[in-house]
């Protein structure tokens, strides 16, 4: 992809993140919203921070080249939060998609000649790429999250009772989950 | 079809400005995962509390008694009556806001109604209704409101989401304590047969049992006896000994049911057998466990005043049967709030105990001499500081160690200082929490108070979130990988809490610390620590630990 | 079960409750207790200069409450801008002066005491105008 | 009208305009029914035989002032007046507005080491120099120290909250402080006048308030024509005159403050 | 438009139009105003204001509860926190205190930033501490300095008072600066319900109701001090009237002395049946004024009763086979 886009996205870094952080925080409740906005401490909010963080990386590294392994970790917090949430899949990791739109309005706005047309929707495919990733993470938190459920109350109690031989029986079908 | 869907001008079309509706106007919506299950009826039966019934909470027909009105209504007035603190704290709130984003659950749902102002207006609004003038005249315009069958269920899934941490009742500046609130609403639904199962159940068994899994006596025994083996193993050969009910032993020692059952509260208790096997050896402690008095938790005081007394009582009552000295108790949250604030009160005085005294130092622990039941850590923290322990640090070295404030011991009781001294002795790497994350200011670990079931995994998990968080900030400053607590639920909660969020990091019990640290009379050289793991630097060869492979 | 009709931590909170009424009526008894002085408002006692006059710079409605705002611009505009005569609005010219000269303020009320201190005195009002400008009749 | 601008500035001062915006339709709406509702139309005008100028300055003809002696009567007439505390003993807190001093304290910038054995002994009248570019109006937090359009640097004690900035600024010393309250070391007060009162500064106005009635400041008329007053703009004053006629010097030129007293030598 | 405040605002505004009203209908009615109404607010206010501290006061304080902010009081050696969980009368009472004065448990607003990497600081998030507690720092002062009208002749330390609130000498009636700080605080307070979306999410119109109340109140002090003038001599014989209890009207002192004095009553009549009540309330808070020292002294409950327990005895009798066989040592073989 040539530089213009590039250039672009890192001119207006500042101005894509806040525009594209309120979208996303304003899938919440407005009360959580202005909340999530205002509360600075990372400790007492750590949505609100997780979520800005991660909204940084991912822009930062939008257009790297071996970026798919790294996209992982970047969209990994955000969704892992998102995915225990009272949100439905598409909501969850369809935030991606916001940037779409963001990214077109900054570009009216500025007026800006530079990035063309094929350009663009070499951009959009990226984003189409990390929806699919994002689905992929949101997936795989989901799946752990079951583990964990499932595990809990074997790892809890049962293997407590299994290790002193109060359970017999069951060792053969013994898999860990883990 | 994408296109359709997924236009991103729609997606924020639609997710932007939900109309902000007034709360009271807003019903609840009880969401999977979210909630916990309905009380099991035979649990509710077995200890006799009313309207006991198989009901669901996703079902319209809550199955509820005719007269469900009046009973709220009258159990309202009776405790306006009985509790000082509830009458005051529905009166003097001026919602000015600064409980509002202290709550955990708040922070990691974002539901509105979970801040903790809130979740207390929803019984205040039925008060105003039901008790003052003002309301009954003005209505809705003075905060007031009918008590429906909407407003009821609305109060059954806020207030078993509560873990009554106390944290919100730091920051009010009238020192409202929502925990309060919740005792009082947990109390009023129960009246009613509302109850989650998570805490019926265990209400039944310790009741009966005297423990909340049910175990009978001697699987208790068993139990105990695997960790002397596991003990033998782990520590080179050394067989400790604990005794039972034992009649004229000179302490009684009392613990969550939780360590002796569940992993990794286990290896706490392997913990506390080493300590006394080892002051026994060198200064011939005298101490017994009880299986009639086997849970120091009291689900109890998750259902009622009354219910807490009842299962408390056990305490007292073990303690005179075996003609002991005094009570020492293992380390758990909530069953220290329920000592330190209740039981003396409830079921004392204790005049058949002795005023506690340290049989090895001679430390008189002036600050138990009406309840006469010292926490283990106090009692530590003493052998220690008269350096009555001979310990090895260094063999905690592979563990980087956070400490985690447990909410009933930091708000309920200030036992602060004493955990983190034991651990410091024994640890040589500790790293504390960013300040407004511990202490008195410690976030809960999202699953107390009963709410530590499985179906409501979600909850927890969001509830849990600002305590994973700070953790995973030392995880990642300090490389921290041991989070200790001196509370069972918390070692119940907290593994599938990191699992999820900081899954490098694992959960502990001081004591298990100490017993690593402990240097055993006449052991052989131990290279493991109590899971058995090896401990890197004492092996000819290192052998890498097996948690570095769970996969991410 | 309770009786609904004990007071519990009796003695503190009663001890409150009679500190709360004291502090409530403390006007009252502190007047029937202490002062007792009458509560009438002073009259002013106009000089024979005053009632010579028949009126001051302007309406006596607003000199009661605005005689404050009066100096205030007065001692601005005599400093400031060296403005020193005032032309009231029915024509005649005063001396911009709290003290000096018999067509200032106190050339006219000649009795400070009686025309300024009283009312001051009862709506415990201290102007500081006295720390640095001169009674007359007052000099040393 | 005037007294609007009064209140302007009142409320400026008192950081509540704010306040005053929202009160003001109320305000009328209150002045119709309570209180007095009356429109101010009174005038406020100088007195018709107050002095004008447009840069009143002061000459000091040293040749006429030999002794301390001289100076005597002058000093006496400003400082009684305008009340000043001349009783006060402790030289640290002594209150002047004009008074003697030695040639090399009165002009230090001198080049010239070997003044003339009469200069060097000579008191010269000292007071406020009522600079063109005076810094003590530059470092007054209240504007209580101002220059007059007619060129007096000029005081309001009424504003003055005592941080003494302006007497750190003023490299004349021409400014005194009142460490207690001047009136016991009053001898006779003279009501015409008012005193000051602790925690404030003073200096000489230039009898302003004479000025205003249209008299000459009381030193130039207690010295027998040895200080002469008037405008330095208007080329067919007194000063002027003087001026062109004998060589005058300004004290610590060097500063450009420029001092509006002369001193002919 | 949210429903809440505004139905406050609309009911301030009419108890203005009374007041107003009432003010220039006549004497008759301004003796209602100035005298009928605040004599019966007096004396609602401290009627119900006992009637409901003995309300709560007939409520026992079964159990005790102190939330702790800091460390116990344990072994001799380790430090303990005899503020933030006091283990005597004394540090209740400096608890009390400092929570009642300064409002301490809303100091305790840290908040953690992370700036550069790995330097973390904190932060205190003070707004809502500050303007509450200006907000009553200058309502306690404002109200003290109106003992002025009260008293004749006037008390020294009401003077004294007088003279440090009007410490910066501006203009002319000098500035009392409690007056201007409870106006820009209660202001704050009112804005700052009204913007937050958090904030105004949990309140209620009674909680825009007597800050609409105060607001009105401030502005109308004020505004007779500085702007609107009134006979303040006059008002004060009026004050004097009431307290002598020789209760009289003296005329052409301005309508909105009226509405002043209208505002006041109101406030008086309703703050017994309001949250205003947390002034009496926060005495009573058992989370705050009790000693921590559970363990060494017993709390009594009056009224704890005998309950249903589980006997050792039921126990065994369920399993004394079971703990016979393990070994474990039962009463009754």
Redo the contacts between chains.
Sequence with gaps: MSGHVKNFLEKRKTVIIKKWFDCVVDTYPPETASFLKKEKDPFNNPVGKTTVQCLEAIIDHLLDKRSEQDMISHLDPIIRIRSVQDFPPSKAAGFVLFLKKIIREELNNQKSKDVEINELSALDSKIDELVLIAFDVYAKCRETFYQIKANEAKNRFYKAFERAGLVTGLTEEKQDLS | MSDELLKPEELIKIDHKIPSKDWMDTPVNIRKGMYCYASNPKSVEYVGLPHARAWNPLDDDWKLPENWKQIIHEGFKERLDKFRSFKVFMDICVRCGACADKCHFFIGTGDPKNMPVLRAELLRSVYRNDFTKVGKILGKIAGARELTIDVLKEWWYYFFSCTECRRCSVFCPYGIDTAEITIMARELLNLIGLNIDWIATPVANCYRTGNHLGIQPHAFKDMLDFFVEDIEEVAGGIQVEPSFNRKGADILFITPSGDVFADPGTYTAMGYLMLFHYLREKYGFDITWSTYASEGGNFGFFTSHETMKRLNSKMYAEAKRLGVKWILGGECGHMWRVINQYMDTMNGPADFLEEPVSPITGTKFENSKSTKMVHIAEFVADLIKHDKLELDPSRNDHLKVTFHDSCNPARGMGLLDEPRYVIQNVCNHFYEMPDNTIREQTFCCGSGAGLNAGENMEQRMLGGLPRANAVKYVHEKHGVNMLACVCAIDRAALPPLMEYWVPEVDVTGMTELVANALIMPGQVDRTTDLRGEEIPGLQSDDVKTEGDNVEK | ??K???????NI?VA??IL??AL?T???W???VF?G??????EIKLSEKAKAAKEC???K??M???H??????W???V???????????NGKSYN?SL???DNSCLGCHVDKAEFCDK?H????????CW??????KE?? | MMENCGRRRFLKLAGISALGLAAGPVHNAFAVSGGSGEEATAEMTKNESAMTGDHWAMVIDTRKLQTESDLEPIIEACHNIHNVPVNITDKKHEIKWIWPEEFKHAFPSTDNHYVNEKAKHLPFLVLCNHCENPPCVRVCPTQATFKRDDGIVLMDFHRCIGCRFCMAACPYGSRSFNFKDPRPYIEETHPEFPTRMKGVVEKCNFCAERLAVGKMPACAEASNGAIVFGDLDDPESDVRKLLKESYAIRRKPGLGTGPSVYYIV | MNVRYMYSLIAVIVLFLLAYAGAEAGVWSQYILGVVIPYLAILVFVVFFIRRIVGWAKSPVPFRIPTTCGQQKTLPWIKSSWLDNPSSRLGVIARMFLEIVFFRSLFRNTKFAVKDQNKPFYALELWLWVGALAFHMAFFTVVARHLRFFTQPVLFPISLLENIDSFFQVGLPGVFISGVVLFAAVTFLLIRRVLIPQVRYISLASDYFPLFLIFGIAFSGLLMRYFSKVDVVGVKEMAMGLVTLHPHIVEGVGAIFYVHVFFVSILLAYFPFSKLMHLGGIFLSPTRNMVNNNRAVRHINPWNYPVEVHTYEEYEEEFRDKMIEAGLPVEKE
Excluded: W
Excluded at chain 3, 68 to 73: F, K, P, R
Excluded at chain 3, 79 to 89: I, T
Excluded at chain 3, 131 to 136: G, K, L, Q, Y
């Design positions: 079960m309770s609904n009709k004990k007071m519990y931590n009796r909170i409150g409750l709360f009424i409530i403390f006007p009252v502190n007047y029937y002062s002085e009458t509560s009438t408002a002073p710079v302007r309406s409605e607003y009661k409450t605005e404050m705002q009066l100096l205030d611009v001692r601005d505009t400093v400031r801008e060296a403005k020193r005569v005032y032309v009231s609005p911009m003290s000096s000269g009312c005195n009862y709506a415990s009002v201290s102007p500081y720390d640095c400008h001169i009674d007359p000099k040393k």
